[in-house]
């Protein structure tokens, strides 16, 4: 593997009784790129996340981080290393202030990393880094809203700043704007082309106008195993991406490109 590529997989497999859910998977995923794995529903892309991240253990293959083998590493060292997640259903505390939620992401860096009990005193020091992640993701008029108060959209904003808030090199986001009306799925186009600056992002996402206008690089997945992968363009027009999302129509109309 060369420095260009954060993540790679080679032969990534992941079989449940007999039925193979994860094929033969060998991914690369490019340093300062966003990529995106797509496909039909029941393709394999939350497995292969949930494989990447250690979730799952995986029946075959290898995952390399930034070169070196983590697919035997538990989940809380791969995120240790820089590789952080989202997922589907929003993962945030709803009886925190978005404030509190960020600190409690921030509060690794002072040692005391997820420890509820601590006094409040001594996380004031975080305030002034909440609040600028905050800033950045578009929540400070939320800082003192309960998360349970918030729409669906912020909640999902707020979730990304507590990722950036253990500052990942390669932030991996499910879904981000599943259930999201047009409005704050663009709004989540643009925190994700934002934040992408300076790190690495691989999502799974199933909006492929969203796609379309974010990423650098695509692979399809197709009952596990990778059909396509290009651009959008290249994987778009492709014949076979064409028949697995929607028969005889073009992806590209769909995406809205």
Not at 67 to 84: C, E, F, N, W, Y
Request: hydrophobic content about 40%.
């Amino acid at each position: 593997m060369t420095e260009e590529y954060i993540l790679e997989t080679r032969g990534l497999t992941k079989e449940f009784r007999g039925f193979t859910a994860v094929d033969n998977i060998n991914l690369k995923v490019r340093e300062g790129h966003i990529h995106a794995l797509i496909g039909p529903n029941g393709a394999g892309k939350t497995t292969v996340f949930n494989l990447l991240t250690r979730f799952l253990p995986s029946t075959r293959g290898e995952i390399l981080f930034r070169g070196k083998p983590i697919t035997r590493r538990k989940a809380s060292d791969i995120a240790r290393l820089g590789m952080v997640r989202s997922f589907q259903i929003s993962a945030v505390f709803g009886h925190m202030t978005a404030l509190e939620n960020v600190r409690v992401a921030l509060q690794r860096r002072l040692g005391t990393s997820f420890h509820f009990w601590k006094s409040e005193r001594s996380l004031e020091p975080l305030n002034e880094q909440a609040m600028a992640l905050l800033e950045e993701v578009g929540l400070r008029g939320y800082a003192d809203v309960l998360t349970v108060e918030m729409p669906y959209g912020r909640k999902r904003a707020l979730e990304v700043a507590t990722t950036m808030a253990l500052e990942p090199p390669l932030m991996l986001l499910d879904e981000p704007t599943q259930g999201m009306g047009a409005e704050d799925v663009d709004r989540i186009v643009e925190l994700i082309r934002r934040v992408s600056a300076g790190r690495t992002v691989l999502m799974v996402e199933h909006n492929l106008s969203v796609v379309s206008r974010l990423c650098d690089r695509i692979t399809v997945l197709a009952r596990g195993s990778v059909l396509a992968e290009g651009d959008y363009e290249s994987v778009s027009r492709d014949p076979l991406v064409r028949e697995a999302y929607m028969g005889s129509e073009a992806v590209v109309e769909e995406g809205g490109a």
